[in-house]
């Protein structure tokens, strides 16, 4: 970490963990002062179990991005019983997280296998960001225990904006300080990332407020927990599925590369490379996810070509270019009975396709063609212009985007060669390697993740 990082990280640590101190001093003089000592003790263990839970049980969507149930408990305990004693449990609480790492490994990460600066710091800054936010709450006129409707409704919508913004800024600030990340857009990306579950998770963290400030409610926010724990689990089910069907259809791939070692890496640099360009033209997630699954599986059909042709280190004889060309048909004929969105068979057989009705197999073009088709194949010939194949040497990738534009209108779609530019100009379509011992080193960590899962277990 460099000097200036670490001197902000120090800092912020000691800023924050004074303010967690300073409020826990607050909450125990006025506990001692409650008129219901006994009451006002229950509610505490049960929030502070209740944060506990939440943060030690984040869903992984990715092994970069995960669901983060904190919010719920940070927001119950604004509403319930405001900033000082949230704060207070946020500080206590960190001491005592265990959260299991994404991956097959499961790996528990506590404070005892963590950095301490790291720990100090992530505490510090969850203190600042929702001791801040608890008190915009009741600056924009959020009372402390009272959640009546309507009154609750803004001083808790304008809440949830200044914690997640806090908690960002203060993380990315280190990035930027330490690594020269940008910082506005890095706290925007953040923002529209986390911003829908934290909005999602809001009237749950309502709901277990208004429990606890009912009369035996206590035991209501119990019962509460156990059927939204019961939906995480499931959830956390289906996100781990849909994570091994991935890395099913990479296997698929792998073993085509195994047949073909020109080929090593193409599909998973196609999917990245399409996967910006999507992203660039604004697509919606769902078509981002399409488009990468048919950039994974878009040549699977070079199973059934025979290897005289595809490592022929000349030119393609007439009758060779045919057979090569049933690669897109033969694709779609080994996918056939997987359950893939129909979207994802039209970019697999016509991603050879031209704009200008001159590809193959079916001679379409124009808008007779989804634009996801026209995006991979943008990406599939980056990929092979810039790659070194049994035929030609691998090309620079400014050479590349010289061919892509001059083809714009006829082999490519002028909206996505107008995206791709875009993204060249910005940096995004810099070439993707992986050198061989890496990619078999991969092939054997999702091989083994694959089998080892238990949904495939006799």
């Known amino acids: 970490m460099k000097p200036i990082a670490k001197a902000y990280a120090v800092t912020v640590s000691i800023i924050g963990i004074c303010l967690g101190l300073y409020c826990t001093h607050i909450t125990f003089l006025n506990l001692a002062r409650s008129s219901n000592l006994t009451k006002e003790i229950v509610q505490l263990v049960i929030l502070f179990l209740l944060s506990l839970l939440c943060r030690c049980l984040p869903i992984y969507i990715r092994e970069d991005y995960a669901i983060d149930m ?14 000082y004693i949230a704060t207070a449990i ?16 499961k790996k528990l990460k506590h404070i005892f296998n963590t950095a301490p600066i790291k720990t100090a710091f992530n505490t510090a800054n969850f203190c600042i960001s929702v001791f801040l936010g608890g008190k915009i709450f009741i600056l924009c006129g959020g009372i402390v225990g009272d959640i009546s409707f309507p009154g ?18 203060i993380l990315i600030l280190l990035f930027k300080l330490n690594i020269g990340i940008p910082l506005c857009r890095s706290v925007l990306k953040n923002l529209i990332d986390f911003l829908p579950s934290v909005v ?9 407020a208004k429990f606890l400030i009912m009369d035996g409610g206590e035991y209501m926010v119990i019962l509460f927990i156990l059927p939204l724990l019961l939906a995480r689990y499931s959830f956390t089910l289906y996100v781990d599925v849909k994570q091994n069907y991935y890395v099913m259809l990479k296997t698929l791939t792998y073993s085509l590369e195994a047949k073909d070692e020109y080929t090593r890496g193409h599909s998973e640099r196609v999917e990245e490379y399409a996967k910006k360009l999507a ?6 997630q769902t078509q981002i996810e399409n488009i990468s699954v048919a950039a994974l599986l878009h040549d699977i059909g070079k199973i059934g070509i025979d290897e005289s042709i595809l490592r022929k280190p000349a030119s393609l004889s007439p009758e060779e270019r045919l057979v ?27 991603h050879h396709e031209r704009y200008d009705g001159r590809g193959y197999p079916s001679g379409k073009g124009g808008d007779e063609l989804p634009i996801e088709v026209y995006i991979l194949g943008v990406a599939d ?10 035929y030609s040497r691998g090309n620079s990738p400014e050479y590349a985007k010289q061919v892509i534009i001059e083809e714009k209108g006829k082999q490519f779609h002028p909206k996505v060669v107008d995206a791709f530019v875009r993204a060249y100009e910005k940096g995004n379509m810099q070439m993707a390697r992986r050198d061989d ?14 089998w080892k899962c238990s949904y495939f277990s006799d």
């Open 279 to 284: 992203k660039e033209m604004r697509l919606s």
């Open 324 to 350: 090569i060309q049933k690669h897109p048909e033969i694709s779609v004929s080994i996918l056939k009975e997987v359950k893939l969105a129909p979207v994802v068979f039209d970019i697999i057989l016509h």
């Open 200 to 208: 999602a998770a809001a009237p749950i963290g309502y709901f277990i």
């Open 381 to 390: 010939t980056y990929d092979a212009i810039t790659s070194t194949r049994p």
């Open 90 to 105: 946020v500080l206590i609480g960190s001491a005592f997280v265990v959260v299991p790492t994404p991956g097959p490994q």
């Open 152 to 169: 609750i409704l803004l001083p808790s919508a304008i809440m949830i904006l200044p914690i997640l913004t806090i908690n960002s800024f």
């Open 70 to 83: 904190a919010f719920i408990s940070y927001f119950t305990m604004i509403l319930c019983k405001g900033p």
């Open 437 to 450: 011992e890496e990619h078999e080193l991969l092939f054997i960590r999702l091989f083994e993740r694959f």
